[in-house]
Every structure is written in C-alpha cells, then in structure tokens.
C-alpha cells in the first residue's frame, strides 16, 4: 500500500534525526485534515482526494476525520482508504437529539487536537473536505498566513456576517468573514477556534428561529449552514481576521480567473461539459469504490472540447472540469488495482488516463510569486477611484428569455443599440430551460451568452422570472472572460438614444451610475433595517447601471442573495413597506441590486436625466439616452403597453408590426411640455417599428401584399435576384433604400407575370400543330411505316448496345 511506503519514510527520517514524526521540519511542518463519515457517498469522494493529494506534492501528512458510530463501524469497509483518526459521531447530537451530520467537522478537528499524537507536532494545518481535488501544494505562508491571520477561501452567500444573525451570536460582528472550503492557519489559532468553532455551531444550530433566508442565506430556511456561521462566528470571537481569496478555489464548471491557476477544485455543484454533466448528489449511495473496474462516465477529451469551444477562456474551463473528473476516475482505477481487482480490458479512455497528454495536464500547479490576490476588507467601504486617462472599454448587458415576448424587445433594443453610437460590445444574457432551447427560433437576434433559467427556482420551486437578472449576471462573470473595464445594464424593453459612457455621466471604481427608481420606499423604513447592516447606504436606484468591473465582481452575489431573501421574506411583502401595488414580492429583485450594493456601501450618483419612460414629460433641456417602455403610454387615441403583446408572435410572422403612432403633426401644438412628451413617445413607437421592419427584410420575408411566398421563390430563381443582405450593413442604409428596391420588384414582378402567359400561349398553340399532323397521317401509317422509324433511329446510334 502507499501508505505504508510513506509511513517507513517518514520513519526513516525521523531514526536519521532529519525530521520529526511528521516528516518535516519546525516551524514550517504542515498537516491537511478532512473530515468524512462512514459511507460509500464519503468513500468515493476519499479516493479522489488521496489521489490528488499524491499526485500534486502537498508537504506533510494527510489525515482523515472518519466520524462513525459503533453500528455502522462493524460493517464499515473502507478503513484503508487513507491514513486515518476516528472521532465520535455526532450526527445525531448526544444532547439534544438534533440530526446535523455537518456538525462532525468542528468535532473531528476539536477531537484530533485532543487526542491525536500528530497534533502535538504540527506547525501549520491546511482543513479541506472530501468533495475536492487537489491540483498544487497548498503552502500556508505562501498564501499569506501568518499567525493570527488564517488564509481562507470567500463565500460571499454566508450574508448572516452582515445583518442581525452576526449580532446575536458573536462580541465582534466586524471581525465576521464569509469564509470556508479552503483553510489554512496556524496550529495556536485553531486551538483557540476549535472549541469556538463547536459551541458556535450548535448556538447557531439551536436557534431556530433565525434560521430564515433573508438573515442566513440559506434557501431551504433548515439551519443547513450553521457549521459554516460556526466557523465565522466562533473566528470573530477569537479575534481572527483571514485574508480572504477568491481565485485559488474553483468550482469546475467556473472560468477561473486570466492569470491565476487554481492550486483547488470543489466539486460540490453540478458541472457540465457538451451533453456530459456530473453530480456528486447523484452518487449518494454509490459503493463505485468496492466494484471492481467499475468508473464514472467518462468525459469527453481535451481535442474535443478545443472543437466544441472556441473561447480560449471558456475552453480553460473546461478543460479544468475534465481535470476533475479524470482524476477522480485515474485514482479509483489505482484503488481498484491496489485491492487485487484484475487487469481492466483495454479502452481508449484508459490509455489516455495512462497518457503523456494527461500526465503533463495534470501536473503540480505552483504558485507564481506575487500571484495571490487578497480581497479588501469586507468591512471597509471600496475605495473610490476617479476617472483617469484614456476612455476604458465598455460591455453592455441585457437579460431576457426564450419567449417571442422578450424577442421582438431584443430586436428593438439590438436596432437601437446599433444606432446610438454605444461603444464596446454588447451580450444577450439568455435564460432558457432545457426544453424551452430545443425550440427556440431566435438564436440569431443579438450575441447571447445562455444562462440556465431560474424562473422556477430550483431548490424552493418559487415562480420568479425576475430572478433571472442577477443570476444572469453572476452566470456571466464565472463564465467568461471580460477585458471591459465598465459594464452597462440594462433591460430589454428598453430604446437606446444615444451612448451611456462612465465618462461622461462620472463613474468611478466604488460609484457606479443608475437612475432613479423613487418607488423603492423600501429603502427608507424597517425593510431596509431587516435586510442590510447598512441602511442608510441604501440607493432607489434601477433601469440603467454603470458600474466598474470589479466593483461587479464583488456585488453581483449579493444581489442575487438580497433577492433570494427578498422573495423568501412574505411577511414584509406589504405594500407600505416595499411600494409593491400588488404586494407579490414582484419588485424583490429591484430591493436585492439596492440591499446589495448597501452592503458593500456602493453609493451610486443618480442621474435623472439617462433614461425617461414614454408618456412622461422630459425635463427641459434634458437629452435623454434611454426609453423605458415599460409602462403604458398615450397619444391622443393611440397608446401602447407591452403587456398586451406579451402572446404575439411578432419575430417569426412576416411583416407583423405594432399600430403606427400618430404622425408628429398630430400633437400637442400650444402646450410644449405635452407636445415634446407626445414626440418622444412617437419616437418610440416608431423606433420600435423601424426595428421590426429591417428585421423582417433581414429574414428575407416576401413583399408584403404579395400572394403566396411561392411565387416570390420562382420570381427569385427567374430573376436570379440575391436577397440576401449583407450582415451588419447599415441599418440607415437599409432604410433609405427600400423604396427604390420596391420599386425594382414590382417592374420584375409584371415582367415575370407577362413572361408566364406568352409561354402558356406558346404552349398550347404548338400542341394544336402536333395533334392536328398525326390526324392528318394516321390513316397511311402502317408496319413499314414502323420499321422505317426504327431503321431511322437505329442508325443515330440511339439503340446501340454495343
């Protein structure tokens, strides 16, 4: 067994006087834990880890917190499977009864301090769990530990650090971090935090009745996480400050960071690469590592995700989710191999594992120097940096789904997107399920990266498309790679009048842009105080966000969380406390962009002047850069409202269009307020009709009036017309030349027509010709008559068979 191997290296050492038992020398000796219990589900999860930690050069020992209770002792079978230190299950809690298998971490850790031998000769501890694997050595003060400073990994979701939860349960709410997954700290501190730690989780555990979703984050509302506010907590109550990074971890599925090379993969949420996806959850009772040969479904290989992705950053993704499940697979053929199963039959799958190719993908990663970033204090406001220097790039954003509702707004948005004169790139955020995908008709509207729909949430079940946006977002930062310095969101139902730069209306890193959304009255009363630590950073902002890139970064998990714990907050769905009419929670999301960014003290500069809505008198003097339809809107007897077109099929039906607005002759002539509102609202409408026009023609739709499409297809083929427009022309162009090309149309139309009757004519006068001969000649035919016709075509080569 390779245990024992390095067990009598060690061993030799430590006879030679080199090193201590564990190998290494003070102070820089280093012990990894992880903590596991006694089932197939953990088992499994086990090899991988072992397998990874040999493979990547980790320094020092590795030990397993095998957490069982005597029962399932007597038929446990994997007690090989890495060096190992049992500790008591506290599964079911020995007091209180309560079932929490999560609370066996703090225990086993608290535990082997107490009672390990191995405890009394370590310097440093880097704490994992099972479900990892291990891709470089994981060096504590390489990281940037240092005693009294842990290095941990961020998870942004543990919102109970910043609202009541942190007050109820620790002295030191302004020394909680949303840490976890990746620990590494000195041996003195986690004597201190462990005990900590324990007690922290089963107070945390205990009280249930701030188990909720606005105060924990946690969705299912059940106390799940209460060993991770255990850890956080019971580190404030210590006095331990971590530097917090967010890069060196890694969910596979995620694109790391350009430049970083993630020394850790956490495979605890379900990845996916083409048609091949992989769930630990699905492995639940899964006894993979006691049947001989016997692997996870293979993934696709390296030269077939080159092909599927031409993304180079995306493509680094998946190569690192590969990464994962290779070496899952590699150490359980190793397992397999070592118990005395017998020799697999060939496959083409093992000779790569077996590889050249695989052996230098998954070689140690080191750390460059200087390559690891540590977040700023959560706790102190961003800096806000000024504008300098020449423009930054700009990205653009708009989130929509797989409905023909939000496709005719894509294609108004696109057109005026194309018009205004906005730098930079632009990116359809695209929600979509599985189903709705297969068959989508408007791929071609906009760029679109796809997002996995939320609409129907899938852990609550909770009906809230709204949700859509911020999950976009986040989908959208983990998943690509983003050279803009500034990103603009907006919505889909939106007209674009002109450019929305961050130099021009003052953006800065740590002041982002928006316009006013007066109705949050949320912001100004207890829904705030329940729902941010910072109420009064709390902006009425929406519609239009500028915002830096890394201030984005930052915030984006927070306003998906806020709107989460929003939307789960039906006590408050008043419409005294949110300015909600139908008090639904339907404006949930727009409270989770302000409580979010509160929470980070995000002040925004409001600008009323961006964005106006159809119907509204503009302010004078005012050059609005954005229509936002999406209230209803008059003029005189025509109006509009989105919502009455929320069933019409206007992309995929030729020519189908809005009724026109009024001309602007029509309006207001004496009151000049009314009479500019009535021409931006004309404006609108008629931007949006324009938009569905050249998008039609784009399709190639036949001429409106004409009779069937048919004839249209035979004009083309007579003609030999090309009407396929060249991508991205000018759509003013397109425009300006319509009618002549009507006009062209129309003359070949005629032409056509007049072509078809001479011919029919023709026709049916040489058939008179030929059936009025052969009257005349019918009677004198005979057998010679035959056989000289034969003769005849005979000796034209016709009948020859040679």
Known sequence: ??????????????????????????????????????????????????????????????????????????????????????????????????????????????????????????????????????RGPIIPWELGAERGRPFAAHYGYLVGCDNLLVRLHTKHPELCDKV???LAMHIDDLRVLAPLWLSKTEDVRQDTAHWTTN?????????????????????????LKHKINDDLMIYPGYVPREGVEPVLMHYGLPFSIGNWSFTKLDHHEDNIVYDCNRLFPEPPYPREVKIMEPDPSKRRGLILSLECMNTLNEGLILHHAEN?????????????????????????????????????????????????????????LFSTECTTYFDWQTVGFMHSFRQSGQPGNITRLLSCTDEALKNYKGHDLAPTHYVPSMSRHPLTGD????????????????????????????????????PITPWEFKAARGR???????????????????????????????????????????????????????????????????????????????????????????????????????????????????????????????????????????????????????????VHQTDNDLR?????????????????????????????????????????KVGNIETKETQGRDDTKESSGSSESEGRFSRLKLWVIALWLISGVGFLVVMLLVFSTRRGRGTTRGKGYRNKRRTSYSNTGFLDTK
């Not at 050279?483 to 603009?488: G, S, T």
């Not at 999301?589 to 600008?607: C, D, Q, T, V």
């Not at 050249?694 to 004409?706: A, D, I, T, V, Y």
């Open 180 to 182: 976890g997954g990746l």
């Open 676 to 716: 500019q509102r009535d021409l931006l609202s004309i404006e609108c409408g008629q931007k949006l009709n324009e938009a569905l026009y050249l998008h039609h023609k784009r399709r190639n739709c036949p001429e409106p009036g004409s009779e069937s499409t048919e004839k249209i297809s035979v004009s083309r």
């Open 512 to 666: 982002p842009v928006s316009t006013p959304y007066d109705y949050l009255i949320g912001c100004d009363n207890d829904l705030a105080r329940l729902h941010t630590r910072n109420p009064e950073a709390c902006d009425k902002v929406g519609g239009v966000i500028i915002m830096h890139i890394e201030d984005l970064r930052k915030f984006g998990m927070y306003w998906l969380l806020k709107t989460q714990e929003v939307r789960a907050d039906k006590e408050h769905y008043g419409k005294e406390l949110t300015g909600d009419i139908y008090e639904s929670g339907w404006i949930s999301e727009m409270y989770g962009y302000s409580f979010g960014a509160a929470e980070l003290n995000l002040r925004h500069i409001i600008n009323k002047e961006i964005l106006i809505y159809p119907g509204y008198v503009p302010e004078p003097g005012a050059d609005y850069r954005v229509f936002h339809y999406g209230l209803e809107f008059k003029v005189g007897n025509w109006s509009f409202d989105k919502a009455n077109w929320r069933n019409t099929d206007l992309i995929n039906k030729c020519w189908a269009k809005f009724p026109d607005p009024p001309s602007p002759s029509a």
């Open 463 to 498: 009906w809230y498309p709204a949700i859509n946006k911020p999950a976009a977002v986040v989908h959208w930062l983990h998943h690509t790679n983003i050279d803009a310095e500034y990103v603009v969101i907006l919505d889909a139902d939106m007209i674009l009048r002109g």
């Open 1 to 134: 067994m390779r245990w024992d191997l390095i067990t009598a290296i060690v061993a030799a050492l430590v006879a030679s006087g080199l090193a201590d038992e564990s190998g290494q020398w003070a102070p820089y000796r280093i012990h990894t834990l992880f903590s596991v219990e006694c089932q197939n589900y953990f088992d499994w999860q086990t090899v991988g880890l072992m397998h990874s930690f040999l493979k990547s050069g980790q320094p020092g020992p590795i030990t397993r917190l095998l957490s069982c209770t005597d029962e399932q002792k007597k038929n446990y079978r994997g007690m090989n499977l890495a060096p190992t230190f049992q500790v008591p299950s506290w599964s079911r809690h020995p007091k209180t009864g309560d079932w929490y298998p999560a609370i066996n971490k703090p225990v086993g850790v608290l535990y082997w301090l107490q009672h390990s031998e191995d405890a009394k000769h370590v310097d440093w501890v880097v704490i994992l769990d099972a479900d990892m694997i291990i």
């Open 215 to 239: 105060l924990t984050g946690d969705i299912y509302g059940k106390g799940w996480i209460s060993e991770m506010y255990g850890y956080s907590f019971g580190a404030a109550e210590a006095g």
């Open 340 to 396: 005395g199963c017998p020799k697999p039959k060939w496959t083409k799958y093992l000779s790569f594992l077996k590889s050249k190719t695989f052996m230098e993908l998954t070689k140690p990663k080191l750390l460059a120097p200087g390559s690891v970033h540590i977040l700023p204090d959560q706790h102190e406001p961003p800096p806000i940096d000024e504008f300098k220097g020449p423009y930054p790039k700009i990205h653009t």
